[in-house]
């Protein structure tokens, strides 16, 4: 494998560069530029492949379904438009086949294209991944500022400037489950630490995650952990009165340790007990 940098092209549209092996190796990062023209930028420290598609090729790649609508009319915009793909191992790979592929004219062609969907599919589903990771986690924060009286779906989606399916969308994606369920377990794993410290009486657990009733909240509580509150509360504080401090006669040691040699105060030999 040749250690230098490497350029293909599949067509005028249509371009890659691949750092050599010391490069990929250390900074496993990749760019694709999607633009009115072919511009790679120039690979090297900090960018292992970098890809530069036109906005008329990418029609022909991905043909006419909303992503590529969506990718053309941000690769028309004034600087085009850039995916990052910060996934290693994808990226190694593909920067390994690049250099070993043996395809020429059409074949290379097809063969570029298809590097190209691959690098798009990681860059767009991290990039997404971490948008619905920003979304779902400020969610969190403003249902966490007042558990008591959390906002609905519908006031968060309006506060974050996004309709109630997109949020809910996004927040399941990242914490796999919906908004209410969320909240559900997070209550209820709230609540069996308090019942476990055993500090809160159970009515004032219940009252401040939100449970108008006791009897609501001990239903909620039993299926989710298979125990009521008050049985589990009494089970912990009977494990605790009949455990038995460590003390240093509780764990004698075996055999026991031999006492030091020392002299007979006549003879002089050395002797031990």
Not at 46 to 73: C, K, M, N, Q
Not at 145 to 167: E, F, K, Y
Request: glycine share 8%; charged share 20%; proline share 8%.
């Amino acid at each position: 494998m040749q250690g230098d940098e490497l350029y293909l092209s599949g067509d005028a549209g249509l371009t890659f560069r691949v750092a050599g092996a010391a490069i990929v190796s250390a900074y496993p990062r990749a760019r694709v530029h999607l633009g009115a023209e072919t511009a790679p930028d120039r690979v090297g420290e900090g960018l292992a492949i970098a890809v530069s598609v036109s906005s008329a090729h990418l029609r022909t790649i991905l043909g006419h379904v909303p992503l590529g609508d969506t990718l053309e009319a941000g690769s028309a915009k004034p600087g085009g438009l850039e995916v990052s793909v910060r996934d290693a191992v994808l990226v190694r790979r593909i920067a390994e086949e690049l250099r070993e592929a043996p395809y020429t004219e059409g074949a290379l062609r097809l063969f570029l294209q298809g590097k190209v969907i691959e690098l798009l599919v990681a860059g767009l589903w991290a990039s997404g991944r971490q948008a619905a990771a920003s979304v779902a986690e400020v969610a969190r924060d403003r249902l966490l500022a007042d558990p008591l009286n959390p906002p609905t779906v519908a006031d968060l989606a309006l506060a974050l400037g996004l309709s109630p399916r997109t949020l809910s969308g996004r927040f399941k994606a990242f914490f796999g489950m919906t908004v209410p369920e969320w909240l559900t377990e997070w209550r209820l794993v709230r609540a069996k630490e308090l019942v476990v410290d055993g500090a809160t009486p159970l009515a004032e657990i219940a009252a401040s995650l939100g449970y108008a009733h006791l009897s609501n909240f001990s239903s909620a509580f039993s299926k989710r952990f298979g125990v009521p509150p008050g049985r589990l509360r009494s089970s912990t504080r009977r494990l605790e009165q009949t455990a038995i401090p460590p003390t240093a006669s509780a764990t004698p040691s075996w055999p026991p340790p031999a006492r030091p040699a020392s002299l007979h105060p006549k003879s002089g030999c050395r002797i031990s007990s």
